[in-house]
């Protein structure tokens, strides 16, 4: 299935969920927050939420800034 | 450094935030750096505590490269992190939440900005993006002009401190109307915190004298020659500028009063 990921898309398992999506990312959960369709997935739930096809993520981080 | 001839101040003036107490009245911004190692060392040097950072997307192809956060522990400092970029009211909230999500605190530095030449801040939107934020518990911290009448609105919408430019983001001109902040200062009951536009160790210290409480600066160490250097010259003007503010400075003259005694002169 399809999901969109910081404004890419790209291909996904089914049946996985946002913790899966990560791991996949190789992106550090501890370091990231996720949205999933402008909802934020706490960090307590990755592994609960599951990726649904048409789903758009954005993964941020804390980056430098003023 | 800690002999209190030296600094007297050392140790015994907090600044004050919504009833959290920090040791330094410096706050710095991490943007701009050649790398997170000279980020780290000028944060060190400056003694600030509080430190901002922003909310971007992960690089998904450089998803390896280590994180600012492996370098900015939360032991150590206070992190702050900013809805810089944002332009209206809901990408501001929406930057915000995501930073509460990210970090260990519902403390944000609020922007919104309102021109892209200027970066100065569209104070409508910042108002009522100060009521929703304020309304779900956040501690919010807005970037603003130095206009009396909206740092007193954000105040009543529940600003935890005013944070009023001293001249443009990134522009280094420092502090360009004294009387406009000291006028704030004057009639707010919330802390003021000049945000942006410290240029160089000087500026920081007049700004410092006007009274505030404290001072956010990023570029006046990002772009310097040597950021550690100038990270430490700024972490001696804010004590230096407190320290005389809080000591009460002499009166000005317009002409001269001689210091040494006009009598005992020798016929």
């Keep these: 299935m399809k999901v969109e990921v910081n404004g890419t898309s790209r291909e ?34 990755l592994d609960r939420v599951q990726v649904e096809d048409g789903d758009r993520f954005e993964i941020v981080q804390f980056v430098g800034g003023g | 450094m800690t002999d209190e001839r030296i600094d007297p101040l050392e140790g015994r003036d907090p600044m004050m935030i919504a009833e959290r107490s920090f040791s330094s009245r410096l706050i710095v911004g991490t943007g701009k750096y050649r790398s997170h190692e000279e980020t780290v060392e000028a944060i060190r040097a400056s ?79 910042l108002l009522e993006a100060t009521r929703v934020l304020t309304a779900e518990g956040f501690t919010v911290l807005p970037y603003t ?6 740092a007193l609105r954000l105040e009543e919408a529940g600003a935890a401190a005013v944070m009023p430019l001293a001249s443009p983001i990134g522009s280094g001109l420092g502090l360009l109307n004294p009387l406009n902040i000291r006028l704030l200062k004057s009639r707010l009951s919330v802390p003021v915190i000049v945000d942006a536009g410290v240029g160089t160790a000087s500026d920081a210290c007049l700004t410092m004298e006007q009274g505030v409480d404290g001072i956010l600066m990023n570029t006046a160490l990002a772009a310097a020659e040597r950021p550690e250097l100038m990270a430490s010259a700024m972490r001696l003007a804010v004590r230096a500028g407190r320290a005389a503010y809080l000591a009460g400075r002499m009166p000005t003259r317009e002409w001269a009063v001689p210091s040494s005694p006009s009598t005992g002169m020798l016929d």
């Design chain 1, 12 to 45: 996904f398992v089914a049946g996985g969920s946002v913790l899966a999506l990560l791991v996949e990312l190789e992106i550090d959960p501890r370091m990231v927050v996720v949205e999933r369709n402008r909802g934020i997935v706490r960090r307590d739930d």
């Design chain 2, 47 to 125: 003694g600030a505590e509080m430190v901002t950072v922003a909310v971007r997307r992960v690089d998904l192809d450089a998803s390896k490269q280590e994180s600012l956060l492996h370098h900015l522990r939360p032991e150590e400092f206070f992190l702050l992190p900013n809805t810089a970029g944002c332009f209206t009211a809901d990408d501001a909230i929406r930057y915000a939440r995501l930073g509460r999500e990210a970090g260990l605190s519902s403390w944000v530095k609020l922007e919104v900005i309102g021109d892209q030449e200027t970066l100065l801040p569209d104070t409508e939107a």
């Design chain 2, 145 to 150: 002009n130095d206009d009396l009448i909206t």
